[in-house]
């Protein structure tokens, strides 16, 4: 069975770090890019940041490059987001999403991404 599951989510504090994880199941990350979104409260879904199989990152703005830190590990079949200095505007449900290829979709569209996570909350309050 084809599943993504993320965990690592929780309540911290603003400065306070995270890392969400991806597992990933029913099928080899190998031939997958792997892109991180986010929704906030009342707010659209966004991409956060992607890698390609081959390890070439994107993230979807610059003012998030020194806080977030998506990596993988082949041999667990997962990826992982780090983020760093937590700000409560970080508050969001966080997903995780497959696209088949070699390399990040562009623009971080939704329809590019095969297969999706079901998300973990991420609070971000004092």
């Known amino acids: 069975q084809l599943r993504i599951v993320e965990s690592g989510g929780g309540l911290v504090q603003p400065g306070g770090s995270l890392r969400l994880s991806c597992a990933v199941t029913g099928f080899s990350l190998d031939n997958y890019a792997i ?16 890698i390609g199989n081959g390890g070439s990152v994107t993230n979807s ?33 966080y997903y995780c999403a497959a696209s088949y290829g070699t ?24």
Do not use: M
């Open 35 to 50: 892109g991180w979104f986010r929704q906030a409260p009342g707010k659209e879904r966004e991409g956060v940041s992607c």
């Open 61 to 93: 703005a610059d003012s998030l490059k020194g806080r977030f830190t998506i990596s993988r590990d082949k041999a667990k079949n997962t990826a992982y987001l780090q983020i760093d200095v937590l700000k409560p505007e970080d508050t969001a449900v």
């Open 103 to 126: 390399l990040c979709p562009p623009h971080f569209g939704f329809y590019d991404y095969d297969y999706w996570g079901q998300g973990t909350q991420v609070t971000v309050s004092s």
